[in-house]
């Protein structure tokens, strides 16, 4: 255990990040999992609305340093593709 003050805010302020990136990860794979449901089931019209709400929350956690800005990109570009590759 650290016995710097500083050092002990640093633990403290790792904590909360940390919490924060896992959040919203987990939100990125939620949205995600909706978005290739919605292709599975063979339904346009929920797959075109899942992914703009993806999309938006893919950019959000690359703008708030949670992922790289390929990562995001790349992610955004793969679910589109997905989308519109149904018939």
Not at 8 to 15: G, N, P, S, T
Not at 29 to 35: N, P, S, Y
Not at 40 to 51: E, F, G, P, R, S
Not at 52 to 68: C, P, Q, R, W
Request: charged letters at 30%; aromatic letters at 2%; proline letters at 0%.
């Amino acid at each position: 255990m650290a016995n710097i003050k500083s050092a002990k805010k640093r633990i403290l302020v790792a904590e909360t990040r940390a919490a924060r990136n896992k959040a919203i990860r987990s939100k990125v794979k939620t949205m995600t999992k909706k978005v290739e449901a919605a292709v599975a089931a063979n339904d346009k019209d929920a797959a075109k609305a899942a992914l703009t709400v993806a999309t938006a929350t893919i950019e959000s956690a690359a703008s708030k340093g949670v992922y790289h800005r390929n990562n995001s990109a790349r992610k955004v570009s793969r679910l589109a593709k997905l989308v519109n590759s149904m018939a």
